[in-house]
T-cell receptor, first 115, second 112 residues
Framework: GAGVSQTPSNKVTEKGKYVELRCDPISGHTALYWYRQSLGQGPEFLIYFQGTGAADDSGLPNDRFFAVRPEGSVSTLKIQRTERGDSAVYLC?????????????FGPGTRLTVL | DAKTTQPPSMDCAEGRAANLPCNHSTISGNEYVYWYRQIHSQGPQYIIHGLKNNETNEMASLIITEDRKSSTLILPHATLRDTAVYYCIVRATFSGNTPLVFGKGTRLSVIA
């Protein structure tokens, strides 16, 4: 079946601009996660949704970052007033139930470059 | 911060077993050990997880020491396609869903 998909695969923007990154989870998966991965580092957690609500947003670095999942499936990560330090690969994952031992399935990521 | 320690890199000859170690000396009784890998330019891929018993699936085996302070991921017959960064993750599950906390992992190079 189809896995997690993310669009665009690459995004280049200028400092100060607004960007939106989209994640399509595996159909029927209740939980959805966003991670960010800088060069040479492991992924870092940003936010997690259980259904439509953000169950844990403790990883969002500041209020320029916001994410939504209005219908409990597709999610959009929004970054306002982008900075060069926001350049990274943004990864999305989904899991069936959102329980403690759920396996998370990752998408290929969106590479964001802020010039 | 990650609660695990892994060597930064390892090499393995194609066709041989790859044994990837992980130290998690502060692991709690109800924390699981998870392994993911990330092939270049792809998202992380789940491999296996365990609590205290050894586990095996079609991808790998996971050996957890009796005191649970360390574990080893075994790829029994490594191929070139197994070249990737391997992440060992300790995950609390008693308080419901928790995010994965990745360290820097081990970069495994399988050599022909």
């Amino acid at each position: 079946g189809a896995g997690v998909s993310q669009t665009p695969s690459n995004k280049v923007t200028e400092k100060g601009k607004y960007v939106e990154l989209r994640c399509d989870p595996i159909s029927g998966h209740t939980a959805l996660y966003w991670y960010r991965q800088s060069l040479g580092q492991g992924p870092e957690f940003l936010i997690y949704f259980q259904g439509t609500g953000a169950a844990d947003d403790s990883g969002l670095p500041n209020d320029r970052f916001f994410a939504v999942r209005p219908e409990g499936s597709v999610s959009t990560l929004k970054i306002q007033r982008t900075e060069r330090g926001d350049s990274a690969v943004y990864l999305c994952a989904s899991s069936p139930l959102g329980t403690g031992t759920d396996t998370q399935y990752f998408g290929p990521g969106t590479r964001l470059t802020v010039l | 911060d990650a609660k695990t320690t892994q060597p930064p890199s390892m090499d393995c000859a194609e066709g041989r077993a790859a044994n990837l170690p992980c130290n998690h000396s502060t692991i709690s009784g109800n924390e699981y050990v998870y392994w993911y890998r990330q092939i270049h330019s792809q998202g992380p891929q789940y491999i296996i997880h365990g609590l205290k018993n050894n586990e095996t699936n079609e991808m790998a085996s996971l050996i957890i020491t009796e005191d649970r302070k360390s574990s080893t991921l075994i790829l029994p017959h490594a191929t070139l396609r197994d070249t990737a960064v391997y992440y060992c993750i300790v995950r609390a599950t008693f308080s419901g869903n928790t995010p994965l906390v990745f360290g820097k992992g081990t970069r495994l190079s399988v050599i022909a």
